[in-house]
């Protein structure tokens, strides 16, 4: 078996590229990195992610091996989400991302206004 080289146009690891270069999945990762939550907390605070968005979300998490989700048997079922440890190592991973992203995005933005103006 060959090593994995994401350049390659047909390497799996892109496949997990497209999952963590989503802004749901950081965000909906972070969250979960903090202890389990409900479908409907995780919707709360996660502000503008739809409840399809949100579902589509947190089944490739689960897919992919870095969230779990169990349901109780109550009236009505209740689910619960937690990140699994391999989700804690990716969590880790783009945690930084997220603050980079808080801490910089006034620049961003103001690059962005220099450069509609002269387009």
Not at 56 to 71: I, P, S
Request: charged share 25%.
């Amino acid at each position: 078996m060959q090593p994995a080289n994401a350049y390659a146009a047909q390497c799996p690891t892109r496949l997990v590229l497209d999952r963590v270069a989503d802004k749901w999945t950081v965000l909906v990762l972070g969250l979960l990195a903090e202890g389990p939550l409900r479908f409907n907390e995780l919707r709360r605070r996660v502000e503008g992610v739809s409840q399809k968005m949100l579902s589509q979300t947190l089944k490739g998490l689960e897919r992919d091996g870095l969230v779990t989700r169990r349901a109780y048997a109550t009236v009505p079922v209740t689910v619960e989400y937690r990140a699994t440890p391999l989700g804690h190592t990716l969590s880790a991973t783009l945690d930084p991302l997220r603050i980079w992203a808080e801490t910089y995005i006034a620049e961003v933005q103001a690059a962005q206004r220099r450069y509609d103006a002269v387009a």
